[in-house]
């Protein structure tokens, strides 16, 4: 029996190190022992059997494993669960036989690991909802405001966490004290220690002030107490200064409950009917603008876009994207979605997509000036990797809310040709969903003796890797624009 003591407060290197060394070995996982430092078996000596060590690009140069499993073990170790290195280890022993392991939902192991990794994405998450920090001298003269917290954690992450507090204070020095380590930032260096901390000692005016923000938030009416001992366990609270008042606003909220009943206006207020008058006589304008000019119409298009809710697109863009170009353009282009670069200039296809289709038109010559240019979903949808937003493909839902704003271009600019790039826009235009081969390249007619023609996105040309494949590609979608034109002079 080998027996591996370690310290076991979320460093993956450490278990690595001895994991390899094992394997390296060829230890069976039921012959391992895994300790922390301290621990009851640890204090004892039982079986304190040395693991060998190599160098570590010798052992490894023997076996590997999967990228996934080493994310995974880096948030799992993260845990608490005594079992949590032998599980590493087991699963680690199982990779090298079944490669496929990870991706077998119904493993015994698997689940374990993934429950492990949810908690400590939880509490995380946690962490980042519920430190309070409080403002303490400055530790020098003329230096920048300094601040404290304390924080009680299940598992070791704050290192992990402390990425995020960096970003989010990184004009302010700050220490994040917990019995599971600490963080500091100095405002050059962002520095984390295993090393179990003290509570430090500080309260200041902003305990009050989190006391009267929560107690004007909270809604008696809409009292839930588990559901919101759900999203604030209880065992937070006693860091919270806010969390004070719970007791007694769960306590009174009956009764606010009927002395807000009592309170209702029975009759809308004096102002209400002059407040409608003017809404209406606001909405009689918009009307009157769209039947007046079409170039109005497209302004006030535009603006009403600019607050769409309709899909919780909205939510995480930064802001609609809306089509443009002439109101009386022949020619209108039609994408997927804005991508990062759009998103952030608030203009269709001005990002390295944009670059392959400005020159495509250039080549075809077609002037983009002359054309109208939009997308079938205004508003971008992406997932965070690291700090980089990454292109997300929207849904038929996404695509469905969103093809009233098409449809409303389509009526105010009147163009003879739409190009459809991509499957998304096809999609959006015809509200069929065929395989972009069999549609490609062949005028279809449309309502109100509109043509449509179907193409790839410039993005596909972006994606591919084969440099032959992809300057073939390139030269079929500048040869789609030059039938494109050659289409426009004749209708």
Known sequence: MR???????????EWRDAARALLAAQIHPDDVRWTTSGGAEDLFGINQVPVAQGPADSMSAAFSVPKAFVQAAEAALCHSEPDRFSLLYRILWRLQRDRALLGDAADPDIIQLKALIKNVRRD?????????????????AGGRRAFVAWFEPEHFIVARTAPFFQRRFTDMDWLIATPKGSAMWNGRSLETSTVPAERPQAEDATDELWRTYFANIFNPARLKIKAMQAEMPKKYWKNMPEADLIPGLIAGAEQRVAEMAARQASQPPAFHERLQAAWQEKADDEEGALSRAPRDALALLKREAETCD???LHCHATQTVFGEGPIDAALMFVGEQPGDQEDLAGRAFVGPAGTVFDHALSSAGIERERSYVTNAVKHFKYEMRGKRRIHQRPNVGEIEHCRW????????VKPKIVVAMGGSAYFSLTGERKP???????PVALAKGQILFVTVHPSYLLRIPDEVMRQREVARFQ????AVQTLLRLV
Do not use: Y
Request: aromatic letters at 6%; one cysteine or more.
């Open 405 to 412: 704003w098409l449809a409303r271009e389509l009526e105010i």
């Open 436 to 442: 972009l081969q069999d549609v490609r390249g062949h």
């Open 479 to 482: 040869s789609d624009m030059q």
């Open 124 to 140: 995380a998450h946690k962490m980042t909802a519920f430190v309070r920090f409080r403002e303490v001298p400055p530790g020098q």
């Open 310 to 312: 309709r899909c919780a």
């Open 3 to 13: 027996a591996v003591s370690l310290e076991g407060r979320g460093n993956l290197g």
